[in-house]
């Protein structure tokens, strides 16, 4: 009897632990080992560092950010048939960028006395109202298209209504400081226990690790020096001056569908010059590009400029004098050529104004040629990032890649400081939520700068300026000291776009 008690008790045993192995959570961490992909560790690395930053909106963010629809803005090529494409765009239903950003900008310069909050209570009926003007003058360019005679004109322009809150807080609140597991145990969840180590080096940021990586910890490694950088520079004041306008470019069009418009732009074809019609890029992208103020005679430099896509949207303004597109890979390099070949062939006296070169950004020396300088870093691309293992920063075979990012970050943006000419601006971007990445690179690089050279510099605060395109980007201070970002929603989902413009006055 008692051998066989023994004998069930060791299958009843033998039960449970396959039972128990057979139904592990999700969570658990041998399922997590098993299924942990690049697009997975950085969906988690964001869940735990970004809702500490954007609180109760990183969960909209996110549901946008892994969203399949990735919407788009069309840039009018000026180098082929610009009439006919307008044309066929604005059939299509597409808006002018720059119709839209007079349009509201004329509707918030005739009532300046209202207060954000006001603005905000009054959304809906402002909206609606400035979505009308925007309707009727669209209504207007495409019945222009059509003979004086014709029976049939268009009567009507369908537009989405708007409703989400599309005015930016105001107030400006110092970088996001790292807080302690007591501290912001109420704002995201983490697990209750941690591994703390204390570094007296990092002015109170500190190294952690949740109690679920206790188990399997090969891919973790310390980040003590990624987020060292977000506090580096932030003892060090610069002047901050107001950016009232945003200047649109003459020659330059850029077509965009209206809030919870997803209608896509069918692929371009080739004009009547043999070069295709419109570059299509992230609706977002645009913005540091309008940031530099692009004046005719300007000498650009697009620091690391693959694909090509900002360098091309400044070609088509017809502005700069000389136009230098840079990359460190040769591969991203030959992406450049690619896309200067599709848009602008047989550029003729172009041909000694835009050069492609090939050189490391940190050790460009070609100081006091540029007045104009756009340095549009390699970043965490946030939103790639949650939709592709290939290539994928957080592969485990690219930590230290990713971890020395925010020095990288700030050797180029320093060395484009130190090389831009008195007076010339120096625009600063990346497509990541990341505070170190952007508001924690630009204070340490203004730091740098003026240990290194002794130069002065003024960072814009463009709140105002960008006031009018409240309508089409989401806008957030988020605790953000230098710079501007544009954060996905799902009513126009492009993004993240940081951009950070500053002048050298000395």
Same mark, same amino acid.
């Given at each position: ?15 449970? %632990? ?9 969570? !658990?961490?041998?399922?997590? =080992? +098993? &299924? $942990? ?64 950003? %007079? ?9 300046? !006395?209202?207060?954000?909050? =006001? +603005? &905000? $209570? ?385």
């Amino acid at each position: 009897m008692a051998r066989l008690f023994n004998i069930l008790a060791a299958k009843e045993l033998m039960r449970i %632990q396959i039972a128990r192995y057979s139904s592990k959570k999700a969570d !658990h961490w041998a399922v997590i =080992k +098993r &299924k $942990k992909t690049a697009k997975y560790i950085a969906l988690r690395h964001f869940d735990e560092f970004y809702s500490t930053v954007y609180k109760r909106k990183w969960e909209s963010i996110k549901e946008a950010l892994l969203q399949e629809e990735h919407k788009y803005m069309a840039v009018v090529n000026s180098f082929s048939d610009i009439d006919r494409i307008k044309m066929e765009l604005e059939l299509q239903g597409a808006m002018n960028l720059k119709t839209i950003y %007079q349009t509201y900008k004329t509707e918030l310069d005739e009532t300046p !006395h209202k207060s954000t909050r =006001k +603005r &905000k $209570k009054k959304n809906m009926k402002g909206s609606q109202k400035i979505e009308s003007v925007i309707a009727d003058i669209q209504l207007n360019t495409i019945q222009s298209h059509y003979p004086a005679d014709y029976e049939s004109k268009p009567t009507a322009i369908s537009t989405a209504d708007e409703d989400e809150d599309i005015v930016q807080e105001r107030g400006r609140l110092q970088p996001v400081e790292m807080k302690s597991i007591e501290f912001s145990e109420n704002d995201v969840k983490l697990d209750e226990n941690r591994i703390v180590h204390p570094n007296a080096g990092l002015s109170g940021l500190y190294e952690f690790m949740p109690a679920t990586q206790i188990k399997g910890t090969d891919d973790w490694v310390l980040e003590s020096q990624h987020y060292g950088y977000y506090n580096q520079g932030a003892d060090f004041s610069v002047k901050i001056e107001k950016e009232p306008i945003l200047t649109f470019p003459e020659y330059l069009n850029i077509y965009t569908f209206e809030e919870d418009n997803y209608s896509k732009f069918p692929p371009p074809k080739k004009g009547s010059t043999n070069v295709l019609d419109y570059y299509l890029l992230d609706g977002a992208s645009i913005l540091p590009v309008l940031a530099l103020d692009l004046q005719p005679g300007d000498a650009v430099l697009d620091m690391c400029a693959a694909p090509g896509g900002k360098a091309l949207t400044i070609l088509q303004t017809f502005m700069p004098r000389l136009l230098i597109a840079n990359d460190i890979q040769l591969s991203r390099v030959k992406r450049i050529q690619n896309v200067i070949n599709q848009y602008v062939d047989n550029i003729g006296q172009w041909q000694d104004r835009l050069r492609v070169t090939h050189q490391n950004a940190r050790l460009i020396e070609d100081k006091d040629i540029y007045n104009k300088i756009l340095v549009d870093v390699p970043c965490t691309t946030d939103r790639h990032v949650l939709h592709c293992d290939e290539n994928n920063i957080f592969k485990a075979t690219r930590i230290q890649e990713r971890l020395q990012l925010p020095e990288l970050q700030a050797d180029i943006l320093t060395n484009a400081l130190k090389i831009i000419s008195v007076g010339g601006t120096v625009v600063y971007s990346t497509c990541s939520l990341s505070p170190i990445q952007n508001d924690g690179v630009v204070g340490m690089a203004l730091k740098k700068a003026w240990e290194e050279t002794n130069s002065i510099m003024v960072v814009k605060d463009m709140r105002k300026a960008l006031e009018p395109l409240n309508c089409l980007y989401k806008f957030g201070n988020f605790g953000l000291r230098y710079g501007h970002i544009a954060i996905p929603t799902l009513q126009n989902n492009w993004g993240p776009m940081y951009f950070c413009k500053i002048v050298r006055v000395r």
